[in-house]
């Protein structure tokens, strides 16, 4: 290969790499001006004119339309850290194209990719460990106020949906929160027209079968049916036969017969995840019994979690009385309210649980408050296990110094690839100014000065004022889960996009179109 061909090569390397890193803070632009406590909303409009204004990084990126496959890899970025984690998502999104930019800064002046990303991985694993070890602090149990300010930071500044979360965590436990099974968010639920309430017990979006059933249960004998409730079947075809014929009569005498059964126990609340037989139906309005069907299995899961029910398949009816009377739950009461047309259930045998109700005037708001709430209560679990930082973009500020500190330990070139990850640490800050209208070079000069001044890796600025400020006196503190999941994030989605170097389209069943590049 001549020196021609070699740059026309380096040429069409640098061009896809430049297209793609284009393509992705085209993206990111969406997000960031949501960044902080002077962020903007963002209003999204469908192509049939319903609209929707929100905050959320993961939900703006989520509903736009994005074609560009590496700017699809930064949507998979939010997505994952929405799942793992619950909050975050812009300041992962924020930090991968400060390092993506840098990074194609970099390579334009002759660095090799090479050298680029094992400078990021470096500097990545140095300043993860920083911020774990020098910038955190462990908070004590669900009482510590530490958590309460964490989720009035992750709601934005909404106290009172700050001290429900809390008020959730106590009943739920610590124990219960430190799980890795549970989430914490699973247990807002928004709703229009209702009042922000929390309630120690679990909440359904549905209604009794009928309204002749009882609107109120009290105390609740519960039984959980993961199956509908309905007789056996004789097939179609048997059922024209005599012998078939006799043989469905005797599966509903004896779906009669397990319905007495049920009866005889005192069960006076039944949940489906399936049908209901009209006969049933009518016997158990006749005898006082709530019926509530088609729950999801997520549904009649917190109704067995709460009452300390055991699900059962339609054919365990048959069992011995002794046998079904050990499956059954119990509850303090069960209600239908009439306005929101939720079904309540309190005081549970089972594990104590709670339901945090968001509501608002129109949908639009209730649905935008639903999702600040659900930010809140991760927050909350993620700063309960592990700790938390200073926020304000204070704590990436400190780690950037630090890292900084020690350019020394990098080799040659993996030095620049150092300085992407420090503006990767250092976006979010200047971002979070940016939107407060303020100068964001000289805001980060004033901070990283008062910082290395006073000692204080919690210095920042109060972004009402512009002037600097405490953030651990002002009460702002982030989860440290959720600042190590979006910078590990950031980089390893920055690292995946450097080392693309062409991009070839495929046939539809995967056949390469050959020495096609675009």
Request: charged share 25%; glycine share 8%; hydrophobic share 45%.
């Amino acid at each position: 290969m001549d020196n021609r061909e070699k740059n026309v090569e380096i040429d069409e390397a640098f061009r896809a790499l430049a297209s793609n890193i284009s393509a992705v803070l085209a993206v990111a632009s969406s997000v960031e001006g949501t960044l902080g406590p002077k962020g903007l909303d963002t209003m999204l409009v469908d192509r049939f004119g319903d609209m929707l204004v929100t905050n959320s990084g993961v939900t703006i990126l989520e509903r736009t339309e994005i074609s560009h496959p590496a700017a699809r890899m930064l949507l998979q970025v939010a997505k994952a850290q929405h799942e793992h984690i619950g909050d975050g998502t812009t300041t992962a999104t924020v930090m991968a194209s400060a390092i993506l930019k840098e990074g194609l800064n970099q390579i334009s002046r002759g660095v090799p990719v090479s050298r680029l990303l094992e400078g990021i991985r470096s500097a990545c694993f140095m300043a993860l460990e920083i911020m774990q070890k020098e910038c955190s602090f462990f908070v004590k149990g669900v009482e510590d106020p530490l958590l309460l300010q964490v989720a009035f930071v992750a709601g934005r500044g909404d106290e009172k949906m700050a001290r429900l979360i809390q008020n959730a965590a106590l009943v739920l436990g610590e124990a219960r929160l430190k799980s890795t099974e549970f989430r914490f968010s699973d247990i807002v639920v928004g709703k229009e027209g209702i009042e922000d309430t929390l309630v120690e017990g679990v909440v359904l979006s549905k209604r009794r079968v009928s309204s002749s059933m009882p609107r109120f249960v009290a105390p609740a004998k519960i039984l959980i049916l993961d199956d509908s409730l309905l007789p056996e079947e004789v097939e179609e075809e048997a059922l024209r036969t005599e012998a078939g014929f006799k043989k469905s009569l005797e599966f509903r005498s004896q779906f009669l017969e397990s319905l007495r059964k049920i009866f005889s126990l005192g069960v006076n609340a039944i949940f489906l995840s399936g049908g209901l037989d009209g006969e049933a139906e009518e016997l158990a309005e006749h005898s006082g019994i709530m019926i509530v069907r088609r729950l999801t299995s997520s549904e009649l899961e917190l109704v067995r979690v709460c009452s300390g029910a055991k699900p059962l398949k339609r054919s365990a009816l048959r069992r011995d009385a002794g046998w079904l009377a050990e499956h059954l739950g119990k509850a303090n009461e069960i209600m239908e309210d009439e306005g929101s047309g939720m079904i309540f259930l309190k005081g549970g045998a089972g594990k104590p649980y709670a339901t945090l109700l968001i509501g608002a005037s129109t949908r639009h708001v209730s649905q935008e408050k639903e999702r600040k709430a659900k930010d809140a209560a991760s927050a909350f679990q993620a700063a309960l296990r592990f700790g938390v930082v200073p926020g304000g973009g204070a704590c990436e500020l400190a780690v950037a110094r630090r890292l900084e500190a020690q350019r020394s330990g990098f080799k040659a070139m993996t030095s620049y690839g150092l300085d992407c990850v420090l503006q990767g640490l250092r976006q979010p800050f200047l971002q979070m100014c940016i939107n407060a209208g303020f100068n964001a070079l000289e805001k980060a000069e004033e901070v990283l000065s008062a910082q290395i001044h006073k000692k204080k890796d919690s210095i920042s600025i109060d972004f009402e004022t512009g002037k600097l400020a405490d953030m651990a006196q002002l009460g702002i503190w982030d989860p440290l889960e959720v600042k190590m999941h979006a910078l590990r994030s950031a980089c390893e989605t920055a690292e995946a996009i450097l080392r693309i170097n062409r991009i070839i389209k495929m046939h539809d069943n995967g056949v390469v179109h050959h020495g096609e590049k675009t």
